[in-house]
T-cell receptor, first 113, second 116 residues
Framework: GAGVSQTPSNKVTEKGKYVELRCDPISGHTALYWYRQSLGQGPEFLIY????????DSGLPNDRFFAVRPEGSVSTLKIQRTERGDSAVYLC???????????FGPGTRLTVT | DAKTTQPPSMDCAEGRAANLPCNHSTISGNEYVYWYRQIHSQGPQYIIH???NNETNEMASLIITEDRKSSTLILPHATLRDTAVYYC?????????????????FGKGTKLTVNP
């Protein structure tokens, strides 16, 4: 079946611009996660949704980062006033609420120039 | 912070078993051991998990010591496609968190290189 998809695969933006990154989870998965991965590091947790609500946003680095999941399926990660330090691969994962495994998408590589 | 310690890199010959160690000396009784791997330019891929018993699936075997302070992931016949970064993660089960985030806390993992 279809896995987690993320669009775009690559995004280049200028410092100060606004970007949106999209995640389509596996159909029927109620839990959705965003992670960020810098070069040479493991993924770092950003935010978790159970259904439509953000159940844990403790990993968001500051208030420039925001994520939504209005209908409990697709999620969008939004970054305002981008900075060069935001450059990273942004990963999305989904899981069944009662399952333990998270299934990851291929990621969006964000480059802020 | 990650609760696990892994060697930064390992090499293995193609066709041989790859044994990847992980130390998790502070693991709690309700924490599972998970293994994921990340092939270059891809998202992490779930491999296997266990609580205290050894586990085996079509990808790998997981051996957990009796005191649960360490574990070993075994790829029985490594291929070139198994070259990846392997992450060992400890995580509380969802039935314990009762609605917790169940987030994964990744360390730097072990870079496994399978050589022809």
């Amino acid at each position: 079946g279809a896995g987690v998809s993320q669009t775009p695969s690559n995004k280049v933006t200028e410092k100060g611009k606004y970007v949106e990154l999209r995640c389509d989870p596996i159909s029927g998965h109620t839990a959705l996660y965003w992670y960020r991965q810098s070069l040479g590091q493991g993924p770092e947790f950003l935010i978790y949704f159970q259904g439509t609500g953000a159940a844990d946003d403790s990993g968001l680095p500051n208030d420039r980062f925001f994520a939504v999941r209005p209908e409990g399926s697709v999620s969008t990660l939004k970054i305002q006033r981008t900075e060069r330090g935001d450059s990273a691969v942004y990963l999305c994962a989904s899981s069944k609420s009662t399952d333990y495994e998270q299934y990851f998408g291929p990621g969006t590589r964000l480059t802020v120039t | 912070d990650a609760k696990t310690t892994q060697p930064p890199s390992m090499d293995c010959a193609e066709g041989r078993a790859a044994n990847l160690p992980c130390n998790h000396s502070t693991i709690s009784g309700n924490e599972y051991v998970y293994w994921y791997r990340q092939i270059h330019s891809q998202g992490p891929q779930y491999i296997i998990h266990g609580l205290k018993n050894n586990e085996t699936n079509e990808m790998a075997s997981l051996i957990i010591t009796e005191d649960r302070k360490s574990s070993t992931l075994i790829l029985p016949h490594a291929t070139l496609r198994d070259t990846a970064v392997y992450y060992c993660i400890v995580r509380v089960g969802s039935h314990i968190t009762q609605g917790g985030s169940e987030k994964l806390v990744f360390g730097k993992g072990t870079k496994l290189t399978v050589n022809p």
